[in-house]
């Protein structure tokens, strides 16, 4: 059975930063491709960051680029999203996702497995 779960979130002063983890069991993340997702309340879902599975190479949205960074642990089966530079409009709950189908790396329906979300509040 394929379980991701995220941790690292929490609440963080604007220009802080956070380090999302997204640990993964019954499936491995070698050579998979890993989305970065968030969703603020009122709003759709929508993609963050990529981590290629064949190089390691990331993919982000316009509005977090220069400021978030994914990176990928394999002996660790874990991935993360270092988080810096923070700003209100970030608060959401983060998931990460495996299981690419194509489609575009930042597209949700292009995800199979999927975590259960970390709440990252940026506030003052």
């Known amino acids: 059975q394929v379980q991701l779960v995220e941790s690292g979130g929490g609440l963080v002063q604007p220009g802080g930063s956070l380090r999302l983890s997204c640990a993964a069991t019954?499936?491995?993340?070698?050579?998979?491709?890993i989305g970065w997702f968030r969703q603020a309340p009122g709003k759709e879902r929508e993609g963050v960051s990529s981590?290629?599975?064949?190089?390691?190479?990331?993919f982000n949205t316009d509005s977090v680029k220069g400021r978030f960074t994914g990176s990928r642990d394999n002996a660790k089966n874990t991935v993360y999203l270092q988080m810096n530079s923070l700003k209100p409009e970030d608060t959401a709950v983060y998931y990460c996702?495996?299981?690419?189908?194509?489609?575009?790396?930042?597209?949700?329906?292009?995800?199979?497995?999927w975590g259960q979300g970390t709440q990252v509040t940026v506030s003052s």
């Open positions: 981590i290629s599975g064949s190089d390691g190479s990331t």
């Open positions: 019954g499936f491995p993340l070698d050579y998979k491709r």
């Open positions: 996702a495996t299981g690419y189908k194509g489609w575009g790396p930042l597209r949700p329906q292009s995800y199979t497995y």
